[in-house]
């Protein structure tokens, strides 16, 4: 489409690395064209080199004439302070500034940022590069710059999430999101219930109440955009499996307390759940890392995780170079479906039985990703769309590696908005052009063809083929019939990407935010403003694991952490002290009569001649103040013990640290598929981790 077109950054958008998205993790779809004609040569690191982490943009995405910081934590291993600490910004260098003047701490690590205000629409390219004097290194470049913050001209605070009646062509449920970005939508076949995910919580609808939800997930929360999650329900309403956050998570209708969850999902593109509730999957994102032999996938990154109902512990998972974009299930969870993004640009398809792949296309594209990659109902098709200037529909059958057909897009352009009826029979797609078709398995010529003039980025098909509802930039659900000219739309505030429509083909339901890649823009108006006011964001939040936090070099209130364990550290054994000497003292003094001995005698009768007095014998008194100065004592003791044997920072980091190795011990036997007989060294198992399969394989 012409809007798109002006911009140079789209060329590349499908593969450029998205680090910023994710600090401390760089969510690449990498390729060799150059962005731009910006060609940044590589630099030649050494032991003397210091290191760049944690670089990104904050907020990384939202409206011109706001303020956004570029940061970045220097660190060298000898406590060197750099020679230079510069960022790459749209072709030219620029020094940045610590965020913390007082602090010296290169061995730990400081932060520097650059701040910047932006008067237009358009794509900005960034890097850091720093040197101790002796050695230089960069962040957030592959081959090409990162790109962000991505600026609309809506700030995306309208976002909402509605039901249209089909017969009625209505909304019969508009519930106002804000600044939520929806990041999926799944309606139950019969249209009673609606699950929504936007990029804080989750949300279950009826849709016959449709004035507040029946209850509200509210998740660790994640980035709203490229990594977006994803939501499905079961057939009959009673599952529901979401991805917020870094997790897998499945409910039931009945309560928001989630009957499992699955931590570590990284960040996902896409969930789904078997129409029967009974298996479950995600595809999530991943990032790089610089080896001497090129660039490689995080192994613990860009995965395919299969779950039954049962519990949280994966029944397989599946690593690629790149992102799984998409994942389907079959009705009965028997097949399961996925497609991968730069470099790997290929379709799966895989058995519940196993991670091998049944099918690994070969590569779909030159240099974009296949994002979509839904099955039939059975399992025997698959339809795969592909994008950027591979745009193209596929059809693949179970039996086979070869598409049986394939559609190229006209212009070639993003095929991204794509699905399948359960019946496999018919294939509803949408282009970044603004076309819209229906397909019939038998044959790749369409049977019918829709022009907007809008990007589409979301689409679903009737479940008898009999229309598809489309939305997109022009912030509108189109709803096109395949055999007669009743078509309408429905206009919304926002971007309309998520749609869904019923088994009963009764209802349509959609959500809202931004484009699914931050990077993308649609606006052809770039033009600078003038800035009345810098709208200046939210205090950027830090992680609340204070492990993860020491990790990605976020700063760390230790004194919050630690200072009142110090403290107390030396009250106990104080008060201990003093008590244990205010009972031998006052011992002491009755047991020797020192007060006579002292030339007290007077003092010591007058005291007995009160006591006596008021009915009271000093014998008792004597016992009762030892027997109260021994339990304060005994208090003391018991406090001074606990803070003695409490683990202190670098216990606690220790065991953090203990707790991460069990961990990714944990996380790589369920990685590997451990239990299914067979040892599977390249993908990480051993006789440690996965002593059923390696062990017994060994004996034979």
């Not at 008067?119 to 900005?124: A, F, P, Y």
């Not at 928001?256 to 789904?272: D, F, I, R, S």
């Not at 976020?554 to 244990?580: E, H, Q």
């Not at 014998?619 to 409490?646: E, H, P, R």
């Amino acid at each position: 489409m012409k809007k798109i077109r002006k911009y140079g950054v789209i060329f590349f958008i499908f593969c450029l690395i998205s680090e910023f998205l994710i600090p401390n993790q760089s969510l690449a779809e990498y390729k060799s064209d150059i962005p731009s004609g910006q060609n940044i040569s590589k630099i030649e690191t050494s032991p003397d080199s210091p290191k760049l982490l944690n670089g990104h943009v904050y907020p990384n995405w939202g409206p011109v004439c706001q303020r956004y910081t570029y940061s970045v934590i220097y660190q060298d291993d000898k406590g060197r302070p750099p020679e230079y600490m510069k960022i790459y910004f749209n072709g030219q260098m620029y020094d940045m500034d610590k965020e913390n003047p007082d602090n010296n701490d290169y061995f730990k690590g400081v932060k520097y940022v650059y701040k910047y205000v932006p008067k237009k629409l358009g794509s900005n390219f960034y890097f850091f590069e720093a040197s101790n004097g002796l050695g230089k290194a960069r962040s957030n470049i592959i081959d090409s710059p990162d790109n962000g913050p991505v600026l609309f001209k809506s700030s995306f605070e309208n976002n909402e999430v509605a039901v249209i009646d089909v017969a009625g062509k209505t909304k019969i449920l508009s519930y106002d999101l804000k600044d939520e970005w929806v990041g999926g939508i799944a309606i139950s076949d019969n249209g009673k219930y609606l699950a929504v995910k936007t990029h804080k919580k989750v949300y279950l609808f009826d849709t016959s109440k449709p004035d507040e939800p029946i209850w509200v997930y509210e998740g660790p929360g994640e980035s709203p955009g490229d990594v977006k999650g994803g939501i499905d329900i079961s057939g009959d309403g009673s599952r529901i499996f979401a991805s917020i956050g870094g997790r897998g998570i499945l409910f039931n209708n009945k309560s928001n307390q989630p009957l499992w969850v699955y931590q570590g999902t990284n960040n996902a593109y896409n969930a789904a759940i078997s129409k029967d509730g009974k298996y479950m999957a995600i595809g999530t994102a991943g990032g790089v890392t610089s080896t001497t032999e090129g660039y490689k996938s995080d192994p613990n990154t860009n995965l395919l995780i299969l779950w039954n109902e049962k519990n949280e512990i994966p029944l397989w998972q599946y690593h690629t170079e790149g992102n799984f974009h998409d994942v389907s299930l079959s009705d009965d969870g028997s097949f399961v479906a996925g497609a991968t993004g730069c470099p790997d640009r290929r379709f799966y398809l895989f058995s519940k039985d196993s991670n091998q792949p049944l099918i690994k296309s070969e590569m779909l594209t030159r240099d974009s990703p296949v994002h979509r990659a839904k099955i039939s109902g059975d399992g025997q098709y698959v339809a795969v769309g592909s994008e950027s200037g591979d745009g193209a529909v596929f059809l693949f059958s179970k039996s086979s590696d070869i598409p049986v057909w394939k559609y190229p897009m006209p212009g070639n352009s993003s095929a991204r908005a794509l699905n399948f009826t359960s019946d496999g029979i018919h294939i509803g797609a949408a282009t970044f052009a603004g076309d819209v078709f229906i397909f019939n398995k038998t044959s790749s010529n369409p049977v019918s063809h829709w022009s907007v003039d809008a990007s589409l980025g979301g689409i679903d098909i009737a479940e008898d083929g009999s229309f598809v509802a489309a939305g997109g930039t022009d912030n509108k659900v189109h709803v096109f019939h395949k055999d007669s000219s009743d078509s309408f739309s429905i206009d919304f505030k926002e971007y309309v990407e998520e749609i869904d429509i019923s088994a009963d083909g009764k209802l349509i339901a959609a959500g809202t935010g931004g484009s699914v890649y931050f990077f993308e823009a649609f606006d052809e108006n770039t033009q600078p403003v003038e800035c009345a006011e810098v709208k200046e964001p939210p205090v950027e939040n830090y992680s609340n694991n204070p492990a993860d936090d020491r990790k990605n070099n976020y700063p760390i209130d230790d004194k919050a952490n630690g200072s009142t364990r110090i403290k107390l550290f030396f009250v106990w054994p104080l008060g201990l002290l003093i008590t244990l000497g205010t009972l031998g003292i006052y011992y002491l003094t009755i047991r020797f009569s020192l007060l006579s001995k002292l030339r007290l005698k007077s003092k010591e009768e007058l005291l007995e001649k009160t006591l006596k007095e008021k009915g009271l014998k000093p014998a008792k008194l004597n016992k009762i103040v030892i027997f109260i100065l021994g339990i304060i004592s005994l208090i003391f003791l018991i406090l001074t013990t606990i803070s003695l044997i409490q683990p202190h920072e670098g216990n606690t980091q220790k065991a953090v640290n203990n707790s991460n190795q069990l961990k990714e011990q944990n996380d790589q036997t369920q990685k590997t598929g451990c239990g299914n007989s067979m040892c599977e060294p390249d993908l990480g198992e051993t006789n440690v981790n996965c002593p059923t399969d390696c062990m017994s394989e060994a004996k034979q």
